[in-house]
């Protein structure tokens, strides 16, 4: 413990109720302890990262808090809400030493120095920039409470993905409503990956932290970056202004977006020409100017993220006066949205033009592998386009249940994004879809086989026994390339893989409407 801190950081402690700092090598100060860290908001991102920042640093207090008493009692139970690899094990370490999650919301903001926010941030389904801007209803009601119960200084931390400048009119809020306190704005995007998210936090890429380029500005980064410092490689947390930390978030998603559409409009042309995607994929990632990664041809992308992000970026160069660059950004949702209504077309145009009345097996519903979550998953469209052709549907995923599947398929777009308290409490029951917990059940008696998440399981499946109780011909729509289709064809199948040469039976069927 040093006697003699300089001003800079009488200041930094001061700021962020720290009482106390160490020295570490080469000079680099790191933050030892500090009273209190609370995060609004118990999802995907707010429950995971808080989890790992109280396992990396033990003296720190870390509140999760949320107004979803289900959502609350889910993290204090032993069957969390989310499923995540590696999370369970991080929670159960910490959770009554200093990890908590609470419903008491006011009052840890009040005791904390750095408040996390990562609330939702949904579509707007009405209004100015419907369909396409955020809804920052949940963020403006966040920082009013904040500037309501704060009694102290605070650091107050963008975690939610959210349109440039919004931290200025957080900050607005914030000052205007301040009552002597002083706050100080910084925008901590996530980069987390669902599956990996846990890996993702205990070994980043990269930490990215912006804030005002002001003294005040720059120590407030200084503080949060000190808090990753426990872990993270200082090398790697990389501080900015807040517009291009937010900005940053929008075009790290639209450019993997942009990889995926690119691959899968090849995959069209693939089909067209007898070209294997595979192949092409392996080919153009093997340029180090291009890399392998997020080439892989499918059904379509999906996730929280992606979809909603890109059409913030389009509202945000509209609003600026970019349509050219809005275009260029709308194409890559253009060209998803296609993938998905060529994949239905595909399959109804195989099946004799029809699937009226025939049962269709659909494996996966999440929207990648190891992952529960359903948000903006393709699944729903393909569901929903194969139910408006009176397809009877049995569905199998592995952590995905009844009721989550028969919401997405009767919720209208964007409802998802908000609080699970906000959203169709009864959804309607959807006719004609069945939910199963098991793929040989599932597929009994079924005319054909969608594989729409890419579960490890549906590699191994007994297909030899799943074909023997089809009805045939039997069909395997093969939305994530995981199956071996020469190996399905031998026993009988009839195979369709995304953007891989047509079995002989789909050559003249197109997939177009």
Not at 68 to 80: C, E, F, G, H, K
Request: a neutral charge.
């Amino acid at each position: 413990m040093q006697n003699h801190l300089n001003d800079e950081f009488v200041f930094r402690c001061k700021l962020v109720g720290s009482v106390e700092y160490i020295k570490s090598g080469k000079d680099q100060l790191i933050l030892s302890k500090m009273v209190k860290i609370c995060c609004i908001g118990a999802g995907y991102v707010g429950g995971p990262t808080m989890a790992v920042i109280a396992l990396k640093c033990p003296n720190i207090q870390v509140a999760v808090v949320d107004i979803s008493t289900a959502r609350i009692n889910a993290w204090n139970s032993d069957t969390l809400p989310i499923y995540e690899p590696g999370l369970d094990e991080v929670v159960k370490k910490c959770r009554g030493k200093n990890l908590s999650f609470s419903t008491d919301v006011e009052k840890h903001v009040a005791e904390s120095d750095i408040v996390f926010v990562s609330v939702n941030t949904p579509t707007k389904t009405q209004g100015l920039g419907a369909g396409k801007a955020a809804d920052l209803t949940y963020w403006e009601s966040a920082a009013r409470m904040i500037a309501d119960v704060a009694k102290s200084n605070k650091i107050v931390v963008e975690k939610s993905t959210v349109p440039v400048k919004t931290a200025e009119a957080i900050e607005k809020i914030l000052t205007h409503n301040s009552k002597g306190i002083n706050f100080s704005i910084l925008s901590n995007p996530e980069f987390l990956a669902e599956g990996t998210a846990i890996s993702d936090l205990l070994n980043p890429d990269r930490v990215l932290i912006g804030g005002r380029e002001t003294p005040e500005g720059k120590k407030a980064i200084e503080a949060l970056r000190d808090v990753y410092a426990h872990w993270v490689p200082v090398d790697r947390i990389l501080c900015t202004n807040l517009w291009s930390a937010e900005l940053s978030k929008l075009a790290a998603n639209a450019f993997l977006a942009q990889r995926i559409s690119s691959v899968n409009a090849m995959s069209a042309l693939c089909e067209a020409t007898g070209a294997d995607v595979s192949q092409v994929a392996h080919a153009v990632g093997k340029d180090t100017r291009i890399g392998p990664k997020f080439l892989n041809a499918s059904v379509g992308f999906g996730g929280s993220c992606f979809q909603k992000d890109i059409l913030n970026l389009v509202y945000i160069c509209e609003c600026n006066g970019l349509p050219e660059v809005a275009t260029y950004w709308k194409q890559v949702i253009k060209v998803n949205d296609y993938q998905k209504t060529r994949f239905v077309n595909r399959i109804v145009s195989s099946m004799f033009n029809t699937v009226s009345g025939k049962k269709i097996a659909v494996l996966g519903f999440a929207f990648k592998k190891d992952t529960g979550d359903t948000r903006e998953t393709p699944a729903i469209d393909v569901c929903k386009g194969l139910i408006g052709d009176k397809a009877k549907l049995s569905i199998y995923d592995p952590q995905v249940n009844q009721d989550q599947i028969q919401r997405d398929l009767s919720m209208k777009k964007f409802d998802w994004d908000h609080p699970v308290h906000l959203q169709p409490m009864s959804p309607t029951s959807v006719k004609d879809v069945s939910v199963v917990w098991d793929a040989y059940t599932a597929t009994k008696d079924a005319h054909g086989i969608c594989i729409l998440t890419e579960w490890d399981e549906f590699k191994n499946l007994d297909y030899q026994k799943i074909f023997n109780d089809m009805q045939k011909p039997a069909f395997v729509f093969d939305g994530r390339n995981v199956v071996d289709a020469e190996k399905l064809r031998k026993i009988g199948f009839i195979v369709y893989s995304i953007g891989k040469p047509l079995d002989d039976w789909l050559k003249d069927m197109p997939a177009v409407a």
